[in-house]
């Protein structure tokens, strides 16, 4: 179809004389309206007078403020200077949502597009008004505004409630974890080898409690999305190699192996090095908890493409049930065995560890085949964090 | 450490008995206040060698006092550490224990950490 059958075609469905133009504008499903320069109506549409509640003769000739236009809307904002700004600005207006108020007083919105029609020497004689009542519309984004309100603000308060937890919690402990070192320390003067023995069981039970209370508030700042990554550059073999000495004693105790085999070509990557570590010994603390003596431990990382490790830490433990498999990466879940009293634990370490893994964009899985056959977890991070530093803050 | 003198604020009395007796087992001379005001006031009388001040106190704060300090010229040169239970040690290893160049630390922080801080400074 060329360009010229195309107009004749259309052009008969177009009305063709002013009969059938009036005609549209007065059964159109829309508000059709013409205001002169003061913002006298001189013209409204059917449509627009059953919207309204008016009949046409009681607004011909009426100026718009007073009838359809409240002076003020419900904000406050000035209405009626803003009708004398359509005719000076009128380009600023050419869609414009503003507030109108049926006959019963009833308030709307509405979306307007305003044409200025220009007299034959170019000045605005009338303006041309089309709306739509967006009032539903409105409604909609303002519940959606105060709910985003009331998220916000509980947002806050969950933060300064973190805030305050944090201190209201440790404060007590500082003095339980304090005075029991100093105690040890022999501040208060010599003790018995039996009171050494009780006051250093008050100094190991704090610090777990310290533990698990800062794991509880890690772990609500990663949920509340203020938990920020501080990047650094470092060495990812030297830190599961040095990971490895913080179970060493225990595992000689048991007589557990322990090997890691850690290919040369990682080196450094670009990661949070303290949630990386806290990782590791997660992983590594579990494994010799759940190791029996003669056991092994191990751990291997490479590279699995350009921007990705991969590490494994392996041991040859009670292993997990599949039934179980749910629970490992789940807050404040212990798999309930005859292990989970002699191994006490806060049932923290890995969903917080998870979490860690996760902020620098690394997933964590684990494998086992079950009871008695020992465990791999997995964890793989990026070399590089590409994204913004600080990311997860709002 | 012999003749040092510092300032330790805390609201909190256990605290001040805390680290009160570990600083003077270390052979510091301890001056003690349980408040802000307290605290300013002691400042420019014993004039110390160094302020130990908590951050989280009622009436004024640890941030209060530490300006109030800082802008006396009796009292703006003598060095603060802040001490708050607000932080783990974790998260004060991570900001490399400074806030606004200031020097702080967790109050679960080890005695060995604070005593390394303390002769940095004097």
């Known amino acids: 179809m060329n360009i010229k059958s195309f107009f004749v075609k259309t052009s008969k469905n177009v009305p063709n004389n002013d009969g059938q133009y009036h005609e549209l504008v007065e059964y159109a499903n829309s508000i059709i309206l013409r205001m002169d320069m003061e913002g006298n109506i001189t013209f409204l549409n059917r449509f627009a007078q059953e919207f309204f509640g008016y009949k046409e003769e009681e607004l011909i000739g009426k100026n718009v403020i007073g009838t359809i236009v409240p002076p003020t809307d419900a904000s406050g904002k000035d209405l009626k200077a803003m009708i004398a700004d359509i005719m000076i600005n009128s380009e600023k207006y050419i869609n414009n949502e503003n507030e109108n108020i049926l006959r019963n007083g009833k308030r709307v919105w509405i979306a307007w597009t305003n044409r200025p029609i220009l007299d034959e020497n170019g000045q605005l004689k009338e303006v041309l008004c089309i709306g739509n009542d967006i009032t539903k519309l409105k409604e909609a984004e303002d519940q959606i505004m105060i709910a985003k309100e009331a998220a916000e603000n509980a947002s806050k308060a969950k933060s300064s409630f973190l805030a305050n937890m944090s201190h209201e919690l440790r404060t007590p402990l500082n003095a339980v974890i304090g005075f029991s070192e100093a105690m040890l320390e022999g501040i208060a003067g010599p003790m018995t080898d039996k009171q050494k023995e009780y006051a250093s069981y008050i100094l190991e039970s704090g610090r777990h409690l310290l533990s698990l209370i800062n794991d509880v508030l890690d772990l609500s700042k990663v949920e509340a999305g203020k938990m920020e990554l501080e990047l650094s550059d470092f060495n990812l073999q030297e830190l599961v190699k040095k990971s490895f000495t913080f179970i060493a004693e225990k595992a000689m105790k048991h007589r557990i192996a322990l090997c890691h085999d850690i290919k040369d070509d990682i080196g450094i990557i670009n990661a949070d090095e303290r949630k990386i570590k806290q990782v590791i010994y997660n992983i590594l603390s579990n494994a010799v908890k759940f190791t029996p003596d003669g056991g092994k431990i191990g751990a291997n990382a490479s590279k699995i493409n350009d921007n990705e490790i991969q590490v494994c830490i392996w041991d040859t433990g009670i292993g997990i049930d599949k039934k179980d498999s749910a629970k490992v990466f789940a807050e404040f879940e212990q798999i309930d065995s005859e292990y989970s009293r002699k191994y006490a634990g806060t049932g923290l370490g890995m969903p917080l560890s998870k979490k860690f893994i996760e902020l620098h964009g690394g997933k964590m899985w684990f494998e086992s085949d079950g009871m008695g056959k020992g465990a791999h977890f997995y964890f793989t991070i990026p070399i590089k964090q590409t994204g913004k530093k600080g990311v997860f803050d709002e | ?122």
């Open chain 2, 1 to 122: 450490m012999a003749g040092k003198k510092i300032l330790l604020v805390d609201d909190d009395e256990k605290m001040l008995r805390l680290f009160g007796d570990f600083l003077v087992s270390q052979g510091f001379e301890v001056v003690e206040a349980n408040n802000g005001n307290d605290a300013l006031r002691l400042a420019v009388e014993t004039n110390p060698n160094l302020i130990i001040l908590d951050v989280m106190m009622p009436d004024k704060d640890g941030g209060e006092v530490g300006s109030a300090l800082f802008e006396n010229n009796k009292t703006k040169n003598i060095p603060i550490i802040f001490l708050t239970s607000l932080v783990s040690k974790e998260e004060v290893a991570r900001t490399g224990g400074k806030i606004g160049g200031r020097i702080y630390l967790s109050k679960s922080s080890d005695k060995k950490e604070l005593i390394k801080k303390i002769k940095e400074i004097i």
